[in-house]
């Protein structure tokens, strides 16, 4: 038996069948879910894929977040559901309110595409236990709003209770604060992060690392016990 | 126009005396007069208003038609051929059932009157002619040109230009794995914005754009229909700037690339379902283009209720929907048992459809705003038989004068140090320079298909998971020697390209091309128009690589000035398995470079001739087809067998630009000689077309050579990948850093 990982489409979505295919080849079964639908078809865990869901014509992810699917993937995230968002997705995320803060346009105002180098912070997440806290990765990352944000209070609180997931190394791409680059909730169930790990799984496309594989085959592990 | 009385055909017929304003429309008085002939009256307001547009220099092809019929006419016999000129883009049979359309296209004109949203509509533009075939669009490329990367104003066009490609692009999600970017001051006033688009489909879903069987529907799905971009074709991109016009900032269209990502989504879906009889994307000439060409391609006419399509602005004149170029627009013709169903999915996607009009049993194209008929036209008359110039065309008085100024005459570096900083200055001028600042701007991995994107020499996606199937483009154009000859010019963007693929492993296939030149008006640049396509023509055929459609962009002048006359050339490769591509980087301490092909004192046009002497004069370097072909197969077979690590063509810059570039990609230096019978300064910075370095591992010497001896290739050992410098034995050495510092600075220096 292996995990069922829903991927949710929304009109804008761009990387969902990337990350479907990520998502088969650490092992699992990708479904797909769509926007107007609330129905999650019992999936076992959830991503929210990159992409400019409605656009981003107001701020990136607004939208989005009052889909109906999103109304079932807010309500069982509280109760534990593994959600991962990333870039549009974690823009969705902090949108929802399943993570602290938001993101602005990035500093230099430019789109930004790299191969940007991270430090995993917080390998005990539902999202990140097959790294090892401290490892160094290099995770393609693409996107116009990235710059992190949050009040003082929160930042405070994020590094206290070592839910920084992930941090810039070497070169903050886009002025987000505490060069932080993904975070998770108090459970460690729901992670966001800016960097696209489906675009890190084959040695031959995209940056020719498999850097990104371990976000899938962490949650595989996980919901499958191994 | 007045509306009162509207004015319908039996209005026009009524009224003989009118006076329409064919002029402001962009029409020629014996154009006018070729209307009335055809029509037997005068036009209505909205016939005038389509054949206006449809007759314009940029839909119709009148003064480039007679010298393009070449490309169909020296057409070499290609298996891969499945759809050729004509249709919205050419399609090419890449094995394993796939098959790939692709094309490049000019946005010159709107770019640089409002360059994020010409660029950006651009880039919307091209990918509307891909999902046109069938097919779902994979990749993008990008070949740019500006003036001089110092002036005031290319600061304003680039970023704007950069951005807009960006904007649409990445929002389309769609991957940006190539293209150019060339300054010089002769695009100052005339950038050049060419956008291409590569798109895969199976053999059997390839779809036409044509209106058949009477009584199917006919569909206008997309965005509303308003005021933007009117008059696009005809005022804009058909004539030449002149300051003392008005503004035509409002004739630029604006774009909204989530509406068309919503748009491919859709119309894939229907196709999938099989519920697409004929289609059409709205472009240039907007409604007035899409009837009159999906009716004058099928077998009967088309009658179109134009209150039916929905508006933005609901006080637009008939004339203008026609004329509108809003963006984000398909027409769709479908059979009446499936317009359900395809109304359904296009509710799905939040696209808004609309049945305009049905497929009738005659041959007209008949359209009806508010009970009365406004358009009773034969559909061909608009879309096809438009006029054909035989412009005259004589080489220019100058062009012996230019061809005689040759730059091998001109002072050399005569020590080391000169030389050292020559290299030093060649590979950081705004030409030769690392255009990362750009690239990073766009989205090259998304789709999860990229094999390889610039600055490799060719981009490269998979196009099936199982099998590792790939396809390659590259696009290349030199104005500089297309100005000095403009017949070898051509060639010279050809082989590029050709060669380019090649370097990356891929088998070249395929050609799509974007003319870019002056004023037709002008016989000096007919001349060079006339010179170039019969150069391309004759190479594609020698080649075996037909033209599969293209694009032609005149008036590309400021004044008397025209720019150099710029063939954009876009080649498309297969290769079997994307595993066995060769990138540019090299990859290990102790790997021989080989230089393959033969090295001559060509300095006209080149680089070095521009950086060094600012000087433009001479003949281009020599073309030798056959020995492209030979050098392409010999970097095709080191590649599926494993006998090179790395490659790069040689083209601008020379030897040197490319050991540069390689080294700064992958970390490691080289160690170079001079090899007997060259000097040290012809070996670094000749443009000799026909070659290429290879990185060969040491344990593939012996076949490498064999294979290279057997075929009479020349391949020269000229050095080591080693260490983190590059290194000319006896003359200089430099360090990474220093060539990384010169190599990536200059661009965000002068535009960040």
């Known amino acids: 038996m292996t995990a069922r990982i829903g991927v949710v489409t929304f009109p804008g979505s761009l990387d969902d069948r990337d990350t479907q295919r990520a998502i088969r080849l650490a092992g699992a079964e990708p479904v797909a879910l769509w926007h107007k639908d609330k129905d999650l078809k019992q999936v076992d865990a959830v991503v929210l894929p990159g992409g400019f869901s409605y656009g981003d014509y107001l701020r990136a992810g607004a939208i989005s977040r009052f889909s109906p699917v999103m109304e079932t993937v807010i309500e069982q995230a509280k109760a534990g559901l593994p959600v991962l968002g990333i870039c549009n997705g974690f823009q969705v995320l902090t949108e929802a309110h399943l993570l602290p803060g938001g993101m602005l346009g990035n500093d230099h105002l430019h789109f930004i595409c790299r191969d940007q180098k991270l430090r995993v912070e917080n390998a005990d997440t539902a999202w990140t236990s097959d790294y090892s806290a401290g490892q160094e990765i290099h995770i393609p990352l693409k996107n116009m709003d990235g710059r992190y944000v949050a009040d003082q209070y929160t930042l405070d609180k994020l590094e206290a209770e070592g839910r920084v997931a992930f941090r810039y190394l070497d070169f903050n791409p886009n002025g987000s604060l505490n060069d932080i680059a993904g975070i998770t909730n108090e459970a460690g169930n729901v992670v966001g992060l800016m960097p696209h790990p489906e675009h890190a799984v084959e040695p031959l496309i995209g940056s020719g690392r498999t850097d990104g594989l371990p976000f899938f085959t962490s949650i595989l592990k996980k919901l499958v016990n191994v | ?752």
């Open chain 2, 1 to 752: 126009m007045s509306r009162t009385p509207l004015d319908t055909v039996e209005h026009a017929a009524a009224t003989p005396d009118v006076e329409l304003p064919w002029a402001e429309l962009g029409l020629k008085k014996d154009e006018y007069e070729r209307v009335v002939e055809i029509l037997g009256r005068r036009p209505t307001g909205a016939e005038l208003a389509m054949y206006s547009v449809m007759w314009s220099e940029h839909c119709s092809y009148k003064s480039s038609k007679v010298h393009l019929r070449q490309f169909g006419e020296k057409a070499p016999e290609s298996e891969a051929m499945l759809v050729g000129i004509g249709e919205n883009a050419g399609v090419v049979d890449v094995g394993q059932g796939y098959a790939v359309t692709f094309k490049v296209e000019s946005h010159n004109h709107p770019s640089y009157v409002e360059p994020y949203q010409g660029a950006a509509t651009g880039v919307g533009g091209i990918v509307r002619d891909i999902i046109a075939m069938g097919a779902r669009p994979v990749a993008v490329v990008d070949p740019l040109r500006f003036g001089a990367a110092d002036h005031p104003d290319t600061k304003r066009v680039l970023p704007g230009v950069v951005a807009g490609i960006g904007g649409y692009g990445n929002c389309l999600g769609l991957p940006n794995i190539g293209g150019e970017v060339v300054f010089d001051s002769c695009y100052q006033g005339n950038p050049l914005v060419n956008a291409g688009a590569i798109g895969v489909m199976r053999h059997e879903d390839i779809h036409l754009a044509k209106a058949s069987g009477a009584g199917n529907k006919v569909i206008l799905y997309g965005a509303r229909t308003g005021g933007d971009g009117i008059g696009g074709a005809s005022i804009l991109a058909s004539e030449t700037f002149d300051d003392a016009k008005p503004s035509k900032r409002p004739a630029v269209q604006v774009g909204d690339p989530f509406q068309e990502k919503l748009l491919i989504e859709c119309t894939l879906e229907a196709f999938a379902e099989k519920l697409v009889v004929g289609i059409q994307d709205l472009g240039a000439a907007g409604l007035s283009c899409a009837t009159s060409e999906l009716a004058s391609n099928g077998s009967g006419g088309m009658r179109v209720t134009l209150d039916d399509v929905p508006l933005r602005d609901s006080t637009l004149s008939p004339e203008e929907i026609l004329m509108s170029e809003s963006q984000e627009r398909m027409c769709a013709v479908v059979e009446p048992e499936k317009v359900d169903r395809f109304l359904e999915i296009c509710e799905k996607w939040d696209v808004i459809a609309t049945v305009i009009g049905e497929v009738t049993d005659g041959d007209r194209l008949e359209i009806y705003w508010h009970g009365g008929k406004i358009v009773d036209v034969d559909p061909r008359t608009v879309a096809h038989e438009g006029p054909v110039y035989e412009r005259p065309y004589a080489r220019p008085s100058w062009q012996d004068e230019l061809q005689a100024d040759d730059a091998n005459k001109l002072p050399r570096p005569a020590t080391s140090d000169e030389l050292k900083d020559q290299v030093l200055k060649l590979v950081g001028s705004p030409n030769q320079a690392s255009k990362k600042w750009i690239t990073s701007q766009y989205d090259h991995f998304v789709q999860g298909n990229t094999v390889l994107a610039q600055p490799e020499d060719s981009g490269m996606i998979r196009i099936d998971e199982e099998t590792g199937l790939g396809v390659a483009i590259a696009t290349d154009g030199n104005g500089r020697y297309a100005k000095l000859d403009p017949y070898h010019g051509a060639q010279l963007a050809l082989a590029e390209a050709y060669r380019n693929v090649a370097t990356t492993g891929a088998k070249p296939l395929a050609v799509s091309d974007c003319l870019n030149f002056g004023s037709p008006e002008d016989p000096a640049v007919m001349w060079q128009f006339a010179e170039a396509v019969r150069g391309l023509a004759d190479a594609c055929q020698q080649l075996g690589t037909p033209v599969t459609g293209g694009n032609v962009s005149l008036y590309n002048q400021t004044g008397e000035v025209a720019i150099h006359p710029t063939p954009v050339v876009a080649v498309l490769g297969v290769i079997d398995d994307v595993a066995r591509r060769t990138p540019v980087a090299f990859q290990e301490d102790g790997q021989l470079l080989y230089l393959l092909g033969d090295t001559r004192e060509e300095f006209s046009g080149s680089a070095w001739s521009q950086v060094v002497h600012d000087h433009l004069g001479g003949l281009p370097p020599q073309v030798d087809l056959e020995r492209e072909r030979l050098l392409a197969e010999i970097l095709i077979s080191a590649s599926r067998d494993g006998m090179i690590d790395s490659a790069h063509d040689l083209s601008d810059g020379g030897l040197i630009q490319a050991v540069v570039e390689s080294a700064l990609l992958g970390g490691k230096g080289a160690r170079l000689v001079v090899p007997d019978g060259l000097d040290a300064f012809t070996l670094l910075f000749s443009e000799s077309a026909g070659r290429a370095i290879v990185a060969v591992p040491r344990s593939e010497e012996v076949r490498f050579n064999d294979m290279c001896g057997a075929r009479g290739l020349p391949a020269t050992r000229i050095g080591v990948v080693d260490g983190d410098s590059v290194e000319l034995q006896g003359e200089f050495a430099v360090s990474l850093e220093d060539l990384r510092k010169a190599h990536e600075e200059t661009i965000p220096a002068l535009l960040a």
